[in-house]
């Protein structure tokens, strides 16, 4: 086979093409990204009625010395639910408390993270009518052993009272478990306990090991927060900005009835468009357009989505005088959030109510943010739009031969007319496990397809970003956690290999070969920290067998240095292998010296693998 790249030739690729889809699905932001140790920390995951469930919270102690329930004296409007804490033993007299107290004790999400040296912020809600002595600790999941403690001693808790402890761990368990005990006879109630560590991303209460995961692929957009979470099952279940900012104490929390998991919505929209900011990354927010998976808005009483929609545009960029825009100020933000793109519902455009709604939106967007650049859910590529629109969806979720054949999946689509938005797509089913090397390939030969049609395809995104390995709702993800540990899938790394294309320079590369299972591109791409240009060609090998390569590069300026040229390499010995816990780099690129780069070269290429000369 012979690939002939011409270096002098070639054509923009977007600043946007590649970046990142989050939707708060496998416990993604709740017990993921979001850094807040305490699950269901204001009481309200078992309802908004009493008495309630208040699980996972657990009770330390026995009927004799205590009883545990809920109320709906809460301080905060929007989340009346508070626990109460009858304590009948104490430290001296007839029913004396065991030894540590009785109480109350939060695993997190399965586990949380304590680590040596590192320091954790407590903050809770309490009131008593007498006077109070409760231990904060972090402890072992059988609460044997004390990672961090303190007391709050208070003769006067009579209304409810915010406090704050901070707790600097003296060991180290993934396992750990918030307590809050007593050895004191009394009745107390707590409200919003809140434990998160002091050291997050940019101090942004983002979870660092996580988000540095993102950043080393160097998004160019974030798509949230969903999906499916943004529908619901039903309208009542679907996440709605105004629930989700302001004091998170206030935040009511929902529970998101499609993935089945209740959300304190500490991450919020506030937090989404931090992140983006954080990440040097364009916001793209997903509306509710008054369409759920099992009941819709009729267009004739859509209205208020539409003025909510118009809210949240002032909330992000709106003036730090402005109703929405004071309240991102006072939120700690007074510049307003570079948001220029949203998407109308998801996956809704064969819903009764899709075009009557999405137009009354997008009318009302245009009017008053004629910049802002708007998604339809309709997929303009196989048929021509029956509405205005800049943008419309893609979503592929299939097999890895089909995938990877949809590398010409866009050559031939109309060149006018909105963009294309490849916001979700992923190899699915057998031949992505958990997530396989043969997925990840042919996810990669259809990234090049992208790159080649990056002329109409304007913006791409894998789906789902994110698993928490307890709540494994969707298979496979690109990056797999639990309390303490990370990895990426092949299908993470994957991704790395592209992240220079956004905005980059694609050249002409020509493939002559018979075989159908290579496909290759060619982009340079400049640097912004050195200045300097770079050349980088990838090719896919999704077939069995090795290739022998002749790669030859014209137009080479005269300054031009071959030397130092690197080459990286995704495989594995067997197509079917995973990244796992326990063999976190199992598949993983691996970057060498490409000896003898010259201009024209033979280069082998491995078995099933993506490789980049760069
Ligand atoms: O990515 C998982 C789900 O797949 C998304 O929520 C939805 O948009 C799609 O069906």
Redesign the pocket.
């Known amino acids: 086979a012979k690939l002939i790249v011409n270096a002098s030739s070639g054509r923009p690729i977007p600043e946007t093409l590649f970046g990142i889809f989050f939707?708060e699905?496998n416990h993604a932001g709740a017990g993921g990204i979001w850094a807040e140790l305490v699950s269901n920390r204001g009481f309200e995951a078992g309802g908004q009625n009493t008495p309630s469930n208040i699980a996972p919270w657990s009770i330390i102690g026995d009927q004799s010395s205590l009883t545990v329930s809920t109320d709906r004296s809460s301080c905060f409007e929007r989340n009346k639910v508070a626990l109460r804490m009858h304590v009948l033993c104490d430290s001296e007299g007839s029913n004396i408390c065991p030894a540590g107290g009785v109480g109350i004790y939060n695993p997190g999400f399965w586990g949380m993270n304590i680590e040596q040296g590192k320091i954790y912020m407590v903050v809770l809600y309490v009131r008593s009518l007498g006077s109070i002595n409760v231990s904060v600790s972090l402890t072992s999941s059988d609460g044997l052993q004390i990672l961090a403690t303190a007391n709050i001693v208070d003769s006067d808790v009579s209304n409810w009272t915010k406090t704050e402890v901070l707790l600097e761990a003296k060991g180290t368990n993934p396992k750990s478990r918030l307590q809050l005990t007593t050895s004191r006879k009394g009745v107390i109630w707590f409200d919003q306990v809140s434990a998160m560590p002091l050291d997050t991303y940019k101090g942004h209460g983002f979870q660092k090991e996580l988000i540095e995961m993102l950043e080393e692929i160097k998004p160019q957009f974030i798509r949230f927060p969903?999906?499916?979470?943004v529908e619901g099952e039903w309208l009542r279940n679907a996440f709605r900005w105004k629930e989700s900012i302001g004091p998170w104490e206030e935040r009511p929390g929902h529970f998101g009835d499609v993935w089945m998991y209740w959300t304190d919505d500490g991450l919020g929209y506030f937090e989404f468009l931090q992140l983006s900011e954080d990440l040097g990354a364009r916001p793209i927010w997903v509306f509710n357009n008054g369409i759920s998976h099992r009941d819709e808005v009729d267009t004739t009483t859509v209205s208020p989505f539409v003025q909510e929609a118009l809210d949240g545009l002032e909330f992000a960029r709106g003036a730090s005088d402005s109703k929405w825009g004071s309240v991102r100020a006072a939120m700690g933000h007074p510049e307003p959030f570079d948001l220029k793109y949203v998407a109308v519902g998801?996956?809704d455009c064969w819903k009764k109510n899709y075009r009557g709604n999405y137009l009354k939106f997008y009318d009302a967007i245009k009017r008053a943010y004629p910049d802002i650049k708007i998604i339809s859910n309709c997929d303009g590529s196989s048929y021509f739009l029956d509405h205005p629109a800049d943008y419309y969806d893609f979503?592929i979720y299939t097999s890895a031969s089909h995938l990877f054949s949809m590398t010409h999946q866009f050559d031939h689509t109309s060149r006018s007319g909105p963009k294309a938005f490849v916001s979700?797509y992923a190899v699915t089913g057998k031949d992505a496990g958990t997530g396989s090397l043969l997925a990840a390939l042919a996810e990669a030969g259809f990234l090049i397809g992208l790159e080649k049609n990056s002329d109409i395809v304007e913006m791409a995104s894998y789906?789902?970003l994110f698993v928490n390995d307890n709540d494994r709702r969707?298979n496979p993800d690109a990056i797999v956690f639990n309390s303490s540990m990370h990895y990426g899938t092949p299908s993470y790394w994957v991704q790395k290999f592209f992240r220079e294309s956004s905005g980059a320079t694609l050249l002409d590369a020509n493939l002559q070969t018979n075989s159908s299972s290579l496909v290759a591109s060619a982009i340079t791409w400049t640097n912004s920290v050195d200045g300097e240009t770079y050349l980088k060609i990838k090719i896919v090998n999704f077939g069995n067998r090795h290739v022998s390569l002749e790669v030859s590069v014209d137009g080479l300026g005269l300054n031009s240095q071959l030397s130092g040229s690197t080459k990286t390499v995704l495989t594995s010995s067997n197509v079917m292998d995973e990244n796992s816990f326990t063999d976190p780099n199992k598949v993983v690129p691996d970057l060498s010296l490409l000896e003898n780069a010259d201009k024209d070269m033979n280069i082998i290429i491995a078995p099933y693998s993506l490789t980049s000369l760069d």
Not at 226 to 229: K, P, Q
Request: with cysteine; aromatic share 16%.
């Open positions: 939707e699905i969903g999906g499916c979470f998801n996956e979503h979700e789906a789902p969707w």
